[in-house]
């Protein structure tokens, strides 16, 4: 079992930069890949950002390359999303997720575990 708990959602305007953090606990495997997902009011949930709990290859979105960079610490069993240039489109809640070899990290119904999520308000 993986636990995970977001946190740094919030309110920011448009163009500003936001860093949501994910606490890791439970059993980690190096096989494991963390991601982020997020789901806005009345859409589907949209992969954002992945990489991979050994080496540390990372996986982004169209929408978001350029603007967000996911990274991981491993001693703190941390995993940690920058936002930065942040649209009102960027308005969701944000999930930490993770699976053990995954066949699409893209997918979001690939990912076992959850968060419960954090609220990420881009104000116009």
């Known amino acids: 079992q993986v636990q995970l708990v977001e946190s740094g959602g919030r309110l920011v305007q448009a163009g500003g930069s936001l860093r949501l953090s994910c606490e890791v606990s439970g059993r980690t495997f190096s096989s494991h890949v963390m991601g982020w997902i997020r789901q806005a009011p009345g859409k589907e949930r949209e992969f954002v950002a992945a990489i991979s709990w050994s080496g540390g290859s990372t996986y982004y979105a169209d929408s978001v390359k350029g603007r967000f960079t996911i990274s991981k610490d491993n001693p703190k069993s941390m995993v940690y999303l920058q936002m930065n240039s942040l649209k009102p489109e960027d308005t969701a809640v944000y999930y930490c997720?993770?699976?053990?070899?995954?066949?699409?990290?893209?997918?979001?119904?690939?990912?076992?575990?959850w968060g419960r999520g954090t609220q990420v308000t881009v104000s116009s």
């Open positions: 997720a993770a699976v053990d070899q995954p066949t699409g990290v893209g997918v979001p119904d690939e990912y076992d575990y």
